[in-house]
């Protein structure tokens, strides 16, 4: 059996999808996702002009060997670029591999520890009010698990994925179209002041059985952080995420050595080098990446077995940037893990979504159930995908009020 043809798209309803469709010479397809957030032309060229052909004629059931092919055969490894590449080769692989034994994937992973997998949803608000109205409509549509962020009084600006406008509950999803990036403006101290009571409110108002997650996003120093894991103790957060930047993991310990808040980090992360200190010290209690960004299912899997071993559970990155084919592969390690967190889940569901992708995966009461199909259980319509093309974004930046740039 062997690979004929690889092609990537660009292009979705309001997201520049980056999926790739591998077809073989016994008429078996697979498809992957390689969106990377505003940045999508950069692994879709290293695919087309790098990857996919070194890729034809192998066989596409050595899923290992091909991985390792890719990784290891490239002197610069790792990376946002590179690794969301071979996520999507990785994907699209184990789609035909679960095809060829007509099993979906979680099966090939041992088959399900669980029968659904409980979703988070994001509640937001200009304001606190805008915030509690928001939290309540996903209360009320079933969800057992909200993350929370609302605008902070004096910011001049909206802080972290909030609207600007009142009313706006519904739709956290920050205007992120245009080359250039839009300017958000960040006050520690307004938010060291503001967010602690705040989230005491909100469990005041829901009652102890609503998990709260909260995302710092960055924004503190690791004193700030620690201090503010502290402040929102008795809340009781399902996590706090993001506390401090990546980059300086040992703020993790300051962290640990002052609270017993859950910390979930990783969304940033482009593999298991980046976390497994991490996790083998236990600074962290969820391990946030995703499919998509460690490329693919079987480093993926590798790093779910490591965290077991040191009571981390998942927490999968899912914004909008991941397409329904990279959420659909964290459904089936989220059906298998037997150190099952949460899921993020913001993609699927829309019609338009629906008709680029059809799948049978389904949510209901705030829990995704996977598919049965064989493979991933997503497919993906070309002449859809012929409805969209690229359309150039950008992150915000974020700076203090004094000019000074600061974490996104």
């Known amino acids: 059996m062997k690979i004929t043809k690889a092609k990537v798209f660009v292009g979705g309803p309001k997201k520049n999808y980056v999926t790739l469709k591998i077809e073989t010479d016994q008429g078996v397809y697979g498809i992957g996702d390689a969106t990377l957030n505003n940045r999508e032309t950069l692994p879709a060229h290293y695919l087309e ?3 996919i052909p070194n890729l034809l004629g192998k066989d596409p059931r ?27 080769i990785d994907m699209a692989l184990w789609d035909i591999k679960g095809k060829l034994a007509g099993m979906p994937v979680y ?37 057992k698990a909200v993350r929370v962020q609302c605008g902070i009084p004096g910011m001049p600006t909206a802080s972290y994925a909030v609207p600007e406008k009142k009313g706006d509950t519904k739709n956290y999803i920050t ?23 705040a989230l005491a409110e909100i469990r005041a108002r829901f009652g102890p059985d609503l998990h709260i997650l909260h995302d710092v996003h ?7 952080a620690a201090a503010f ?22 703020a993790l310990k300051l ?30 209690d969820f391990i946030r990446v995703a499919a998509t960004y460690v490329g693919g299912i079987t480093p993926l899997r590798r790093i779910v077995d490591l965290a077991g071993l040191h009571h981390v559970r998942t927490g999968f990155h899912g914004a909008p940037s991941h397409s329904p084919i990279s959420m659909a592969a964290q459904h089936h390690v989220n059906a298998w893990a037997p150190n099952f967190g949460v899921q993020e889940y913001l993609v699927l569901g829309t019609p338009e979504c629906d ?23 997503v497919d993906f319509d070309e002449t859809e995908a012929a409805r969209y093309e690229y359309q150039p974004g950008s992150h915000p930046v974020v700076r203090l009020q004094d000019g000074t740039m600061w974490n996104y």
């Open 49 to 51: 002009n790098y990857l």
């Open 255 to 284: 962290i640990r050595q002052h609270s017993t808040t859950p910390v979930a980090i990783g969304e940033v992360f482009n593999s298991v080098f980046d976390c497994n200190k991490l996790i083998e010290n236990e600074l962290i």
């Open 107 to 143: 099966q090939l992973l041992g088959g399900k520890s669980r029968e659904g997998a409980m979703v988070y949803a994001h509640a937001t608000g200009s304001d606190l009010e805008d915030l509690m109205e928001s939290i309540a409509h996903y209360v009320e549509d079933g969800y």
């Open 175 to 197: 205007d992120y179209s245009g080359i250039r990036p839009n300017l958000e403006i960040w006050d520690t101290e307004k938010y060291m002041r503001f967010m602690p009571d």
């Open 218 to 224: 960055h924004r503190l120093l690791p004193r700030e």
């Open 229 to 250: 894991a502290k402040a929102v103790e008795q809340v009781n957060l399902f996590w706090m995420e993001d506390p401090t930047p990546a980059e300086d993991q040992d």
């Open 355 to 377: 008709a680029l992708f059809p799948s049978e995966h389904r949510m209901e009461d705030g829990m995704v159930f996977v598919s049965d199909a064989p493979g991933l259980g």
């Open 62 to 88: 050595n899923i290992e060997d091909i991985w390792q092919f890719f990784y290891r055969g490239a002197y610069f490894r790792r990376g946002p670029i590179a690794m969301a590449a071979y996520g999507a």
